[in-house]
């Protein structure tokens, strides 16, 4: 049956579906039976298909079912199921009754598609969007709380109200934060696949970051230096390389104590190796929360931000750049979302991002870019 489906176009083009395509008759000693399997149902069900009972490739009651009520109404079906394993898969199948035969030579053509990705996609929006509420909610929440409270018990407490309208003005701004850095992030998201085609002076855009931030500097009496070894030019988009920058100095700040050293270095690594190269300190942990695809002669730019704050234990590192992943303990009052971030933006720039940190000395990020 197989070798006679190849003969035409048609059939060769059945064959290189991506998707399983089973053909089934109806009647035969064990119910229906495969009368032919193109490539996709071959490498599927690693079995001999031709003449073997369907059950025998498919166990799922639910896909043997919608097989019989095609066979009884004469009707397309479609039903869902799951496929067990190591790692369950999602699949829809399409049952379509060929109408040729009467009686017990009856065929239907059975199309199986794989909706394990999809499923997924749908349900890590479906988690951001919980997560994201949760987030707006808490602020919100507290907000809300205090109107009530000025209304009432403060009223006439002019001490609890200042008080009260400091804190409300400290959670709006959590708000405002956490609604910027969600619009940033999607905007990220939609350009991610199309490459920036600027060249920027990656040095300078890190050196303007860190004069922008003095402010917030001097107030966490916190002592940053930069050093770069003149321009470094990479290919990207600077509007993106100033967040990147940003939220990783902001990040060395916040979580130092006042009085810390955090060092900004910049270099250029002539190769792959060189830009992730790790400092090997012992007792501190490296992990790569990104690592580009790139020719190993590929010359980058890197960006280092060490610091010398409560560091990491290693169990956090690799969730680090999701988003809303905040380690706990940690007061930041930040959204969880800067490092997602930072790592949705090196990646559209083809760069890599690693970290290494030890519990109670420090953590140094790395980011480095495709020199131009
Ligand atoms: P946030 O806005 O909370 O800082 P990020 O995505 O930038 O969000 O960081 C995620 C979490 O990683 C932070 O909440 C913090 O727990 C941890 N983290 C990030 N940078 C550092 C650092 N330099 N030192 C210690 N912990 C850090």
Redesign the pocket.
């Known amino acids: 049956m197989s070798e006679a489906l190849t003969e035409t176009p048609a059939q060769r083009i059945l064959e290189l579906l991506p998707d399983p395509v089973l053909l089934v008759r109806a009647g035969g000693r064990q119910g229906p039976e495969i009368a032919y399997g193109n490539q996709a149902a071959q490498t599927l069900f690693r079995m001999e298909l031709v003449g073997a009972p369907l059950g025998a490739a498919l166990r799922q009651p639910q896909v043997l079912e919608a097989i019989e009520e095609a066979l009884a109404t004469d009707e397309a079906v479609e039903v869902a199921f799951e496929s067990i394993g190591v790692q369950p898969r999602y699949w829809r199948a399409f049952v379509r009754p060929l109408g040729v035969a009467e009686g017990d030579g009856r065929e239907l053509v059975l199309m199986l598609r794989d909706e394990t990705d999809a499923r997924r996609t749908e349900r890590m929006r479906a988690d951001f969007l919980a997560n994201a509420s949760h987030e707006l909610r808490t602020p919100l929440a507290s907000l809300a709380g205090f109107v009530e409270t000025l209304r009432t018990h403060a009223k006439d407490d002019p001490a609890a109200r200042d008080k009260f309208l400091g804190i409300m003005a400290e959670q709006a701004g959590r708000m405002a934060r956490l609604i910027d850095?969600l619009l940033s992030l999607s905007r990220i998201e939609l350009n991610e696949h199309i490459a920036p085609e600027g060249v920027v002076d990656f040095a300078q855009v890190t050196q303007d970051v860190v004069d922008a931030i003095r402010p917030l500097i001097a107030e966490r009496g916190v002592a940053v230096t930069v050093a770069a070894a003149g321009p470094l030019r990479v290919t990207g988009d600077r509007d993106q390389l100033v967040q990147v920058a940003q939220?990783?100095v902001?990040?060395?700040v916040?979580?130092?104590t006042p009085g810390q050293a955090v060092a900004v270095e910049m270099a250029r690594a002539a190769t792959l190796e060189g830009a992730r190269a790790a400092s090997g300190r012992e007792g501190w942990v490296a992990l790569s929360l990104l690592s580009p695809d790139a020719a190993a002669d590929q010359a980058f730019v890197v960006l280092r931000?060490r610091?010398h704050?409560?560091?990491?234990a290693r169990q956090?590192l690799p969730r680090?750049?999701e988003r809303f992943?905040?380690?706990?303990g940690?007061k930041?009052?930040?959204?969880?979302?800067?490092?997602?971030?930072?790592k949705h933006i090196v990646n559209r720039h083809r760069g890599g991002i690693a970290v290494e940190?030890a519990e109670g000395l420090?953590?140094t990020?790395s980011v480095y870019l495709p020199a131009a």
């Open positions: 850095d939220n990783l902001e990040n060395a916040k979580y130092s931000v610091d704050g409560p560091g990491m956090h680090l750049s992943y905040r380690v706990a940690q930041s009052g930040g959204t969880g979302l800067g490092l997602a971030i930072v940190s420090g953590t990020f």
